[in-house]
């Protein structure tokens, strides 16, 4: 069936068409609550369809990284890593659990809504490790500081062509030489190879997990390292 996907403005809401293989698919969105299990601990991530749309439901592409990272693909202990278009926040959340000191962003809107999650699924020993914080792709990066983070994670944030120039700014920003980003997403349309494309003028890009029940890619990225440090 064909829906209605809600994208946040910095004010007001956009309508997005989106496709949905059937109503039970549509369904999972509206449940108020939905609970997994990662990192020894059950988590429960409250959602809010109606009222914040496309940022307060929990995505397969955030379940797929999140289970990425329970497997131990990366060394999240001590990491400093910081999630973009967190949502509710479930992959920043179990990357916490894992060890990471993250940072958890979104757009100003949500973010109320992504710390009470946050509050309600964290043990008080590991919430000091976490900062929720606004962050709108290609704007205020000053606030960040440049190559800041070791990973940067991203769960189905590559949909909408008019933010792919600012996401890629935005990513250029947060990342150094090191750094790792983890951008998982199901490629449902011309535009997100598009964007795969638009990935690998700037960073060296490799498929590293695809779950096929879910289809949902997994894509690591590093920046392009200069001749000079290849010698």
Not at 105 to 125: C, G, I, M, Q, Y
Not at 147 to 163: K, M, P, Q, S
Request: glycine share 6%.
């Amino acid at each position: 069936m064909t829906g209605l996907k809600r994208e946040l403005d910095s004010e007001e809401m956009a309508l997005v068409p989106y496709e949905e293989n059937s109503e039970i698919g549509l369904q999972k969105f509206h449940k108020p609550l939905t609970t997994f299990s990662f990192a020894n601990h059950t988590i429960q991530i409250r959602q809010d369809w109606r009222q914040l749309g496309v940022a307060a439901v929990v995505w397969d592409a955030a379940i797929v990284l999140s289970t990425y990272l329970e497997m131990g693909a990366v060394e999240l202990r001590g990491c400093s890593a910081v999630e973009l278009g967190a949502g509710t926040g479930l992959v920043g959340i179990v990357a916490a659990l894992l060890g990471a000191h993250v940072t958890i962003t979104d757009r100003k809107v949500t973010l109320e809504f992504l710390k009470s999650n946050v509050e309600a699924n964290l043990p008080l020993h590991i919430q000091p490790k976490v900062i929720i914080k606004e962050l709108t792709w290609g704007q205020n990066l000053e606030s960040f500081s440049p190559g800041e983070f070791d990973l940067i994670l991203g769960a189905d944030v590559i949909y909408l062509e008019d933010t792919f120039t600012d996401l890629l700014r935005t990513l250029e920003h947060l990342c150094s030489n090191h750094s790792v980003i983890l951008l998982a997403c199901r490629i449902r349309y011309e535009r997100d190879s598009n964007f795969l494309t638009m990935l690998e003028r700037q960073f060296t890009v490799s498929k590293v997990h695809y779950d096929p029940e879910k289809d949902v890619h997994i894509y690591k990225a590093q920046k392009r390292r200069n001749q000079r440090e290849d010698l």
